[in-house]
């Protein structure tokens, strides 16, 4: 029905950027939450941003004025641009979306940064 492909991890130096994107298909209803959370081996799994479809944005106090949630509503894709990144932002990233009381998870994409 629905599914979200995530792409744009990899490896990265400390103090570089990266841009992920996920694309959502299926049945996509004009009203939705998209957001991005991040999830790093031994650690609770985090909400980093999040936007609705009116373009509101919330973000963690951990990457505010870092990182910047976006969207293009005629593609159903989210972006989350990351810069000025640290050693603490590696994890898998994963994108979500809800609506009308249902969620859906994309498969996930690594993020390593470097020292």
């Known amino acids: 029905q629905v599914q979200l492909v995530e792409s744009g991890g990899g490896l990265v130096q400390a103090g570089g950027s990266l841009r992920l994107s996920c694309a959502a298909s299926g049945t996509i209803f004009s009203s939705n939450v998209m957001a991005w959370y991040r999830h790093a081996p031994g650690k609770q799994r985090e909400l980093v941003a999040h936007i609705t479809s009116a373009g509101s944005t919330n973000y963690a106090d951990s990457v505010k004025g870092r990182f910047t949630i976006s969207r293009d509503n005629a593609k159903n894709t989210v972006y989350l641009q990351m810069n000025s990144l640290k050693l603490e932002d590696t994890a898998v990233y994963y994108c979500?979306?809800?609506?009308?009381?249902?969620?859906?998870w994309g498969q996930g994409t690594q993020v390593t940064v470097s020292s």
């Open positions: 979500k979306i809800s609506m009308r009381g249902s969620s859906y």
